[in-house]
């Protein structure tokens, strides 16, 4: 079992930026840190669950194109067990509540809400005009 926990949410400026952390504790001997893939999925009030970004056990990225553009960075450190959403040139559209979630099965492409194993809480980021 995994649990995890954002922070560094909160209430930014458009233009400005924030970064995210998600932080796993793994209640289970059998996988590591290492084992899972690490992602991220926002939701935005009224809207679908919609994937953001995500890094794979194997060190590569990926990235919703149609609403990052270029402007988020995930990455991990799997000495601490996290993973991070550096968010940068915000928008009033990004303001969602943002959920880091774990993946064993491994597929290239974007996430599917499905195919996630453990979800976290989720964090609250508001971006002003």
């Known amino acids: 079992q995994v649990q995890l926990v954002e922070s560094g949410g909160g209430l930014v400026q458009a233009g400005g930026s924030l970064r995210l952390s998600c932080a796993a504790s793994l209640r289970t001997f059998i996988r590591t840190f290492s084992s899972y893939d690490m992602g991220w999925f926002r939701q935005a009030p009224g809207k679908e669950l919609e994937f953001v970004a995500a890094r794979n056990r194997y060190g590569s990225s990926t990235y919703n194109t149609d609403s990052v553009n270029g402007r988020f960075t995930v990455s991990r450190d799997n000495a601490k067990n996290t993973v991070d959403l550096q968010m940068n040139s915000l928008k009033p559209e990004d303001t969602a509540v943002y959920y880091c979630?774990?993946?064993?099965?491994?597929?290239?492409?974007?996430?599917?809400?499905?195919?996630?194993?453990?979800w976290g809480q989720g964090t609250q980021v508001t971006v002003s005009s």
């Open positions: 979630a774990a993946r064993s099965v491994y597929r290239a492409g974007d996430w599917r809400a499905h195919e996630v194993d453990y």
